[in-house]
């Protein structure tokens, strides 16, 4: 594997690689790297196929961090990535600093979405999803990947990103991997590494909560109160679980359901102490 922080050696590298015929499959990450992201790696070089040449980006975007939030903090440990990322047989690992990406400063043109992105996250984070699109188009342009992977758990990035491909014209096929967890349940985020002991252990609550939303819709229930009812309740009995949101949405539109199916999708955030974990399900499984 060989790791660049520049554009120009990205852009040279990746023409290389084309060069030879390969399928370039790009795995956008903020680093911190957990078998979630790793996944992904599998998932974007079975979609390449034989060809396939895997650029991961690992970029802590500052456009997407709000005021207050955890810019500063998050964990960052390149030679621990470059470790995992060339284990997973990832060919280019694009490391570049703030001012590689944002040589001007924050960029004057960014890509707005529309009011999907003030749902769900977004009413909670203003702007967050203008900075992840803004960087994503960005990292199209720069690698020019025929495939891209994302990860489900960050459910409304990923539907807000096949949104942009599909209404701006992105000729990147768009690879949504499963949400990986831990054998427990808690779902992989590179910030489950702030949860104290006793956080971690409540962190459990929300995909319990969720998995209990699913098992109420397996029996039959399809009335969105009745199912979002069945994970509150889960939810309020850990009192260290601070709830931000919990709907049922459609997973195309983002809206909430009137009545549910099995595309639906719960999804909620939640603060334990100081740390915001996000997850989600889809009801039919
Ligand atoms: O999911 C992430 O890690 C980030 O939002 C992404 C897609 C790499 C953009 O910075």
């Given at each position: 594997m060989r790791t660049v922080t520049t554009r120009s050696e990205l852009r040279a590298a990746v023409a290389a690689a084309r060069g030879r015929g390969a399928r370039i499959g790009l795995v956008p990450t903020m680093g911190y790297l957990?078998?979630?992201?790793?996944?992904?790696?599998?998932?974007?070089?079975?979609?390449?196929?034989?060809?396939?040449?895997?650029?991961?980006?690992?970029?802590v975007n500052p456009l997407q961090f709000g005021?207050?939030?955890?810019?500063?903090?998050?964990?960052?440990?390149?030679?621990?990535?470059?470790?995992?990322?060339?284990?997973?047989?990832?060919?280019?690992?694009?490391?570049?600093?703030?001012?590689?990406?944002?040589?001007?400063?924050?960029?004057?043109v960014q890509v707005v979405p529309g009011d999907m992105?003030?749902?769900?996250?977004?009413?909670f984070r203003p702007g967050h999803f203008r900075g992840v699109l803004t960087v994503v188009a960005k990292?199209?342009?720069?690698?020019?990947?025929?495939?891209?992977?994302?990860?489900?758990?960050?459910?409304?990035?990923?539907?807000?990103?096949?949104?942009?491909?599909?209404?701006?014209?992105?000729?990147?096929?768009?690879v949504m991997g499963p949400t990986a967890r831990e054998a427990d349940g808690l779902a992989l985020s590179s910030r489950n590494i702030y949860l104290a002991p006793a956080d971690r252990e409540a962190a459990l609550a929300l995909f319990r909560a969720l998995s209990a939303a699913r098992d109420v819709f397996a029996l039959g229930q399809t009335d969105p109160g009745h199912l979002l009812t069945a994970a509150r309740d889960v939810l309020d009995a850990e009192p260290r679980v601070?709830?931000?949101?919990?709907?049922?949405?459609?997973?195309?539109?983002?809206?909430?359901?009137?009545?549910?199916?099995?595309?639906?999708?719960?999804?909620?955030?939640?603060y334990l102490g100081p740390t915001r974990l996000i997850d989600n399900v889809v009801l039919g499984g």
């Open positions: 957990h078998q979630g992201h790793l996944s992904l790696v599998d998932a974007a070089r079975a979609a390449a196929g034989p060809q396939a040449f895997i650029v991961m980006s690992l970029f005021a207050g939030e955890d810019l500063e903090r998050y964990p960052r440990d390149l030679p621990r990535d470059a470790a995992l990322a060339a284990g997973r047989g990832v060919d280019l690992l694009f490391a570049p600093t703030v001012d590689q990406m944002y040589p001007a400063g924050e960029p004057q992105a003030d749902r769900l996250c977004g009413a990292l199209f342009n720069l690698v020019g990947p025929d495939l891209a992977a994302f990860g489900r758990k960050d459910f409304q990035q990923a539907v807000l990103v096949r949104r942009m491909v599909r209404e701006l014209d992105f000729p990147v096929e768009i601070k709830l931000q949101y919990l709907e049922l949405v459609d997973p195309e539109s983002l809206d909430p359901v009137q009545t549910a199916d099995a595309r639906s999708v719960m999804a909620l955030a939640a």
